[in-house]
Structures are given as C-alpha cells and as structure tokens.
C-alpha cells in the first residue's frame, strides 16, 4: 500500500524551461510534505517543505504547491539547470501522538534530467 | 554543524555472516531514523529513536535487524545471518523534535551481501 506515489519515474526538461514533477498522496492524515534531492552514491538532501495549511510555498526556483483536496503537490523548477538533474522524492508525515512529526514516508522517485 | 556521518561507507559481506553499521547523528538532534534504500525505490522506513529510545519499527524489520542507540548519541545497525535480499542502501537521518523536522540524511552503508 503506497502512501505516496509518484508516478514518473522520469523527466527531460531543456535547460532554462521549467521543470514540474508531481506527487499524490492518499493518507489523510498526512500534515507535511517534503521534497529531497538525491545524487548517486548520495543520501538525500532536503529540498522545500509544505505544511497543509498552506497551499504554496517559493524558495529561490523552487516552488511547492499544495491541492490538499486532489490530495496532490508539485515541485516546480524555474528556470531549470543542468546542475538540477537528480533524482527527486516526494515525502509526507503526519503529527504523531507523541507529539511533532512522525516519520517520513518517501515516494519511488522521479529522475530528472536537465538537457543543455 | 558536520552532518550525519555513517561508517562504512561500504560493505561486502557473505550470506549468514553479521553485519553492524554505526551513524552518528548532528549532534544537538534528539531524533535519529533508519531507512533502506533498494533500486528504483524510495527510502523505506526501519526504525526510529527519540534520544535513547526506540519508539517505532517497521514491520518490515525482521528480528534479524536490531538497532541501539545508547545514550542518545551515535547509533549501530546490526544485522545477523544476512541474506541477499538484505543488499540495500542504509540511510542513517536525525532531526530536532518539535521543529516540524526535516531529516538530515547521512551518505548511506553500502551493503552487498554474496
């Protein structure tokens, strides 16, 4: 049962377009999403986080939007950069019982490639 | 801040043989989590800690698989009687109760097992 899906395994963008790679989710209860970064050989390094009470959320090129009702987000790069192929992964916690956020649950993955 | 470290970086080892991986967390984080990485997936949950205790494992985690974290600092992975289906990515990740956390990933163990 795959809580989060993302359902590209891949992406080529040209250089300087705009990259979008999307993510749906089917726990409800889930509060917080991420989304990681992940080279080869790499352990995963965070990107941009959401928290449900928001719908959007803009650092520098990247912007996450939040549609909590398709229980869809996306990841949008602008303007995309070689430097930006990777693989990238969605993730999603909710707030426990003990209180803060519980543990992330990640999707498979989307490996974008930028394209000179 | 020197991040989360993971020791080794790789590991070769035979089926049936043990198996022990150490990470040492960002130091002023008080949680540390455990996932495995396959091909083509994502990170997949094993287990967590809040300082010295284990408050989840996946059901995933079979009893061969056990992890401590003594004292709420570093923390060792270890894994008896290997088998090849064991071959993964191990990522070692902390973060700091209460921030609505982001984790922090260490590079990950390598593991092959033959």
């Known amino acids: 049962d795959q809580q989060v899906k993302q359902n590209s395994p891949s992406l080529s963008v040209q250089e300087g377009r705009i990259s979008i790679l999307n993510c749906d989710y089917t726990?409800?209860?889930?509060?917080?999403f991420l989304w990681y970064k992940k080279y080869p050989a790499e352990g995963p390094t965070f990107l941009i986080s959401?928290?449900?009470?928001?719908d959007k959320n803009e650092d520098g090129r990247f912007t996450v939007f939040l549609n909590k009702s398709a229980k869809h987000l996306s990841l949008h790069i602008v303007p995309s950069q070689p430097g930006d192929s990777a693989v990238y992964f969605c993730?999603?916690?909710?707030?426990?019982?003990?209180?803060?956020?519980?543990?992330?649950?990640f999707g498979k993955g989307t490996k974008l490639t930028v394209n000179p | 801040d020197t991040g989360v470290s993971q020791d080794p970086r790789h590991k070769i080892t035979k089926r049936g043989q043990n198996v022990t991986f150490r990470c040492d967390p960002i130091?002023?984080?008080?949680?540390l989590y455990w996932y495995r990485q396959t091909l083509g997936q994502g990170p997949e949950f094993l287990t967590y800690?809040?300082?010295?205790?284990?408050?989840?494992k996946s059901r995933l985690l079979s009893d061969r698989f056990s992890a401590e974290r003594p004292k709420g600092s570093f923390s060792t992975l270890e894994i008896q009687r290997t088998e090849q289906g064991d071959s993964a990515m191990y990522l070692c990740?902390?973060?700091?109760?209460?921030?609505?956390?982001?984790?922090?990933f260490g590079s990950g163990t390598q593991l092959s097992v033959l």
């Open positions: 990740a902390s973060s700091l109760f209460g921030t609505n956390e982001k984790l922090f």
């Open positions: 726990n409800s209860m889930f509060d917080y």
């Open positions: 959401i928290s449900s009470i928001k």
């Open positions: 993730a999603a916690s909710a707030y426990g019982t003990q209180g803060g956020s519980e543990k992330l649950v």
């Open positions: 130091s002023e984080h008080n949680r």
């Open positions: 800690f809040q300082n010295e205790a284990q408050l989840e």
